[in-house]
Nanobody, 127 residues
């Protein structure tokens, strides 16, 4: 079992920055690939970014590429999402997720391929 706790969500003006954190506990963090997703009411959960176990590989949704950066610190059992140049359309609840099974990196873009989820943190970007 892995517990994931997100933090760092806030209300920010367009053009601003936020850093989300996701602290993991319960199992060896470095055994898990990690992802960030977001969701707005009435819509499906949307892929934002993913990172491999070692941190050597990353993937981003086209909508955030060049603005967001995913990283991890395996010594601190934490994954981060640095969000810059925020836009009102980035407003959502952001979720952290963990995948234990080794597989093709492309699998990390689909929410059904993750084993554990956090409770989410709200990010609101005002225009």
């Amino acid at each position: 079992q892995v517990q994931l706790i997100e933090s760092g969500g806030a209300l920010v003006q367009a053009g601003g920055s936020l850093r989300l954190s996701c602290a993991a506990s319960g199992r060896t963090f470095s055994n898990y690939a990690m992802g960030w997703f977001r969701q707005v009411p009435g819509k499906e959960r949307e892929f934002v970014a993913a990172i491999s176990r070692s941190g050597g590989d990353t993937s981003y949704a086209d909508s955030v590429k060049g603005r967001f950066t995913i990283s991890r610190d395996n010594a601190k059992n934490t994954v981060y999402l640095q969000m810059n140049s925020l836009k009102p359309e980035d407003t959502a609840v952001y979720y952290c997720s963990a995948r234990r099974t080794i597989g093709a990196f492309v699998l990390l873009i689909a929410p059904q391929n993750y084993d554990y989820w956090g409770q989410g943190t709200q990010v609101t970007v005002s225009s």
